[in-house]
T-cell receptor, first 116, second 115 residues
Framework: AQKITQTQPGMFVQEKEAVTLDCTYDTSDPSYGLFWYKQPSSGEMIFLIYQGSYDQQNATEGRYSLNFQKARKSANLVISASQLGDSAMYFCAMRELTGANSKLTFGKGITLSVRP | DAGVIQSPRHEVTEMGQEVTLRCKPISGHNSLFWYRQTMMRGLELLIYFNNNVPIDDSGMPEDRFSAKMPNASFSTLKIQPSEPRDSAVYFC?????????????FGPGTRLLVL
């Protein structure tokens, strides 16, 4: 079974509007971390934000926020006030802490296009 | 501060040749990861090291692939002999083992094309 699921087709958003990118995960580990990375067309992987399973507050980092719904096992990325430079592929990833495992499992990614 | 450094950035080689990819992690980071990204399989972890010791190599495709980390500031991923199906982008990432959630920081990647 997939541990990270990103099923949205290519997403489009108008510049300056907000957009939500979906991510659901599957784990039985009570302690885990969720991460989002951005991959622009140039190819590099850029860390955006993370959320710990025990964090009470949703993580925020500038225009990025993570809508963490633990019971639903979802960790959606919200980008506010979209900019043209936000056009990229976005990956959700999870790290399970049992056994001090440092491995990240990535989803397939979502393509976001910002329209002027 | 310098991020993760990878070389070469692009590599074109012929089937059967040996390919060596190099990575210098962020200074002070003691955990290093090698990933491969393809359209078909997405981003896959190949192997990772903690304090220069290989911890999990279960993602290494086969014996043609090998990775070493002789010291804290250098790692190599070698493919010998290379095959066309090895064509992919290879990323190196590093983090500080034991530092909370251990956010991984990626290098720019090496685009490998095996003809």
């Amino acid at each position: 079974a997939q541990k990270i699921t990103q099923t949205q087709p290519g997403m489009f958003v108008q510049e300056k509007e907000a957009v939500t990118l979906d991510c659901t995960y599957d784990t039985s580990d009570p302690s885990y971390g969720l991460f989002w990375y951005k991959q622009p067309s140039s190819g590099e992987m850029i860390f955006l934000i993370y959320q710990g399973s025990y964090d009470q507050q949703n993580a925020t980092e500038g225009r990025y926020s993570l809508n963490f719904q633990k019971a639903r096992k979802s960790a959606n990325l919200v980008i506010s006030a979209s900019q043209l430079g936000d056009s990229a592929m976005y990956f959700c990833a999870m790290r399970e802490l049992t056994g001090a495992n440092s491995k990240l499992t990535f989803g397939k990614g979502i393509t976001l296009s910002v329209r002027p | 501060d310098a991020g993760v450094i990878q070389s070469p950035r692009h590599e074109v080689t012929e089937m059967g040749q040996e390919v060596t990819l190099r990575c210098k992690p962020i200074s002070g980071h003691n955990s290093l990861f090698w990933y491969r990204q393809t359209m078909m399989r997405g981003l896959e972890l190949l192997i990772y090291f903690n304090n220069n010791v290989p911890i999990d190599d279960s993602g290494m495709p086969e014996d043609r692939f090998s990775a070493k980390m002789p010291n804290a500031s250098f790692s190599t991923l070698k493919i010998q002999p290379s095959e066309p199906r090895d064509s992919a982008v290879y990323f190196c990432a590093s983090t500080i083992y034991g530092s909370g959630w251990e956010t991984q920081y990626f290098g720019p990647g090496t685009r490998l094309l095996v003809l």
